[in-house]
């Protein structure tokens, strides 16, 4: 993969899991302007600022990282293990290595789709891991698994009590061996039935986009990740909103995307103008929406502690440019700008190497973004007296 920077959420779980989060909690990558260098490419020169809280250079930590992976090579020892030392040693808290294996993953996830059987779940108060979402066509629906199913095992492993992180990532197998094709066993209880069901990963496509209407005419759009085309579906389902009516653009638990995405998702709602700038090894950097976007129509957007990256830049401009009331809670603060270095093994090393502000000059790392109207609890519900106030016809 060349040409992207990454805005990532953390990664300091186990290696491999880290991408079994899809789509439970989505983490991808941005591609802001396509003029990044090649993955593989290791860095040449020194930035005029480094990233803060760093000890030292982005550049500077690439070339360490780079070095210690062709050095183990060298010596016949491991170069990812070499190249994680590295950059654990760098202070980069967003840093982060993958296999060849865990980064193609990462790379399908952009493109909008997952290896998985298509379960959706959440831990009940009892710690009970509670089927919420059973995809359409997929192994999950073929079994006859249904949404209120409790999962009690995987592969064997009994999973009440364990956070949902960890069950995903149980379903989803381990970066290496978990392609379509290969078995998982669902230990299920619905009622008083216990039954045992052995599934085959799937790809399949991610619903990253989905459009409900509320009882009053509004319009709910509701992003999980910006993936590959997510812009352009907030964009017609702007369009096709009943003229004149509210819009809550619903980010919670959106934890990134794709950043052009995020911009097109922005140019919805913007006539042009600024959406964010950001610095790449000390070179500044801006982001503009389209013209044409509807200004006018009543807005609100809906965030939370998982509101991340490329959807937190999309609140801050948003919310900047006075073109939306924000209400929620204090969104996640991760706005560094990673950079993908191919290593000899074909593994991949992350770096930060920048950091992206809103239009005001906010910076979101390490702060997240303060809603206008701060609510724990019936945000949805917030949303729509807000919109009334906002001029809603309804």
């Known amino acids: 993969m060349s040409g992207r920077d990454l805005f990532c959420q953390p990664r300091r779980i186990r290696r491999g899991a880290a991408l079994t989060l899809l789509f439970a909690s989505v983490f991808v990558a941005g591609a802001a302007t396509g003029s990044f260098p090649d993955p593989g490419r290791k860095a040449t020169s020194s930035p005029s600022s480094a990233s803060s809280g760093d000890r030292s250079t982005p ?61 959706w779940a959440r831990r009940e108060s009892d710690g009970r891991i509670e089927v919420t979402r059973v995809q359409s066509g997929s192994p999950a629906a073929a079994a006859g698994i249904r949404k209120g199913d409790l999962l009690r095992s995987v592969d064997g492993e009994k999973v009440d009590g364990r956070p949902v992180t960890e069950v995903v990532s149980l379903l989803r197998g381990d970066a290496e061996d978990a392609a379509a094709g290969t078995e998982v066993s669902l230990g299920l209880e619905r009622g008083t039935r216990a039954w045992s069901e052995t599934l085959r990963r799937a ?82 950097r801006a982001l503009h929406a389209e013209p044409g976007g509807d200004t006018t129509r009543p807005l609100v957007v809906l965030v939370d502690g998982g509101t991340m990256s490329a959807a937190e830049l999309l609140t801050g401009a948003l919310q900047d440019r006075g073109r939306a009331v924000v209400v929620g809670s204090q969104t996640f603060g991760k706005g560094s700008v990673q950079m993908p270095s191919r290593l000899p093994d074909g593994s991949v090393a992350e770096l930060t190497v920048g950091h992206y502000r809103t239009p005001s000059g906010r910076g979101v790392d390490g702060q997240g973004i303060t809603p206008d109207l701060d609510v724990d609890t019936q945000a949805l519900e917030q949303a729509e007296t807000v919109l009334s106030g906002l001029g809603d016809p309804s």
Do not use: C, H
């Open 59 to 119: 550049a500077s930590d690439q070339e360490e990282v780079t070095e210690a992976a062709e050095k183990a090579m060298a010596d016949g020892k491991s170069p990812m293990e070499a190249a994680e030392r590295a950059v654990s040693r760098s202070g980069d808290r967003w840093g982060a290595v993958y296999s060849q294996g865990e980064y193609e993953e990462f790379e399908e996830a952009l493109d909008g789709q997952y290896t998985g059987v298509g379960l």
């Open 203 to 284: 790809l399949l496509s991610t619903d990253s986009v989905t459009v409900s209407k509320l009882a009053d005419g509004v319009t709910v759009i509701k992003v999980d990740a910006f993936t590959k085309g997510a812009g352009d579906l907030v964009q017609a389902a702007v369009a096709q909103a009943p003229q004149g009516s509210g819009i809550v653009l619903d980010l919670r638990g959106n934890s990134g995307g794709l950043v052009t995405e995020a911009v097109t998702a922005a140019s919805a709602f913007l006539d042009g103008g600024l959406v964010a700038t950001y610095d790449v090894d000390g070179d500044e």
